[in-house]
């Protein structure tokens, strides 16, 4: 049973390029969530996604940052007209449905995003 | 609201001593609670988790939690430190029935020959 993934593993990216970042689940789990790191922080909870509908945005910054998870495919993480703050790593988790779930997440690898 | 705090942001054991990593939380309903390793450039894996069962909590790799509701905390422990332990670990709640993780800062955990 495949884990979650994540790609690209490694981005580079100009100042003002857009950055696209895509996770696809664990099978049979249909919550995404997607979290950012920061050197010498935790994990910030950015945006919590089911298939076609976003739950939770409140940790998305307001301008620049868009999710989406479409019926077919994986969520993709999109970032408009990076700036180097953006610099960080991004990661996705994926749980089933709630009512057999207690929080738990599974992480992916990881996607670790640099703005030159 | 919830939040994570860990005491420490470095921990420095020898290898074979007793491992404590501190974990405080805070929250207005009855937390899950959950530890996760990481390992220098990888994902989170799940060490173990507290969901309101035994409040003694046994995970991987030797590790174990005790939920303290007195105390709002939830420590993580392992009796003898292994080369292999070293990493980041991070202590996570979330609420019951909503599954966004607030994570704690982190605490790195150094192992010494």
């Known amino acids: 049973n495949a884990g979650v993934m994540q790609n690209p593993r490694h981005l580079v990216r100009r100042r003002g390029q857009e950055a696209r970042l895509r996770c696809s689940p664990m099978?049979?789990?249909?919550?995404v969530y997607w979290y950012r790191q920061l050197p010498e922080e935790g994990l910030k909870f950015m945006v919590y996604?089911?298939?076609?509908?976003?739950?939770?945005e409140s940790g998305m910054p307001k301008e620049r940052f868009s999710a989406e998870f479409p019926k077919e495919g994986p969520s993709i993480l999109r970032i408009q007209q990076v700036v180097r703050g953006d610099s960080a790593a991004y990661f996705c988790?994926?749980?089933?449905?709630?009512?057999?779930?207690?929080?738990?997440?599974?992480f992916g690898p990881g996607t670790r995003l640099t703005v030159t | 609201a919830q939040s994570v705090t860990q005491l420490g942001s470095h921990v420095s054991v020898s290898e074979g001593a007793l491992v404590l990593l501190r974990c405080n939380y805070s929250?207005?309903?009855?937390?899950?609670l959950f530890w996760y390793v990481q390992y220098p450039n990888q994902g989170l894996q799940l060490l173990l988790k507290?969901?309101?069962?035994?409040?003694l909590v046994k995970g991987i790799n030797g590790f174990e939690a005790e939920f303290k509701k007195s105390e709002t905390s939830f420590h993580l422990t392992k009796p003898s430190a292994h080369m292999s332990d070293a990493a980041e670990y991070f202590c996570?709640?979330?609420?019951?029935?909503?599954?966004?993780?607030?994570f704690g800062k982190g605490t790195m955990l150094l192992v010494s020959p």
């Open positions: 996570a709640v979330s609420s019951s029935g909503y599954s966004t993780l607030t």
């Open positions: 929250s207005s309903v009855p937390p899950y």
């Open positions: 507290y969901t309101s069962a035994a409040t």
């Open positions: 099978k049979g789990h249909s919550h």
């Open positions: 988790a994926s749980s089933p449905e709630l009512a057999g779930n207690q929080g738990e997440q599974y």
């Open positions: 996604l089911q298939k076609e509908n976003i739950i939770d």
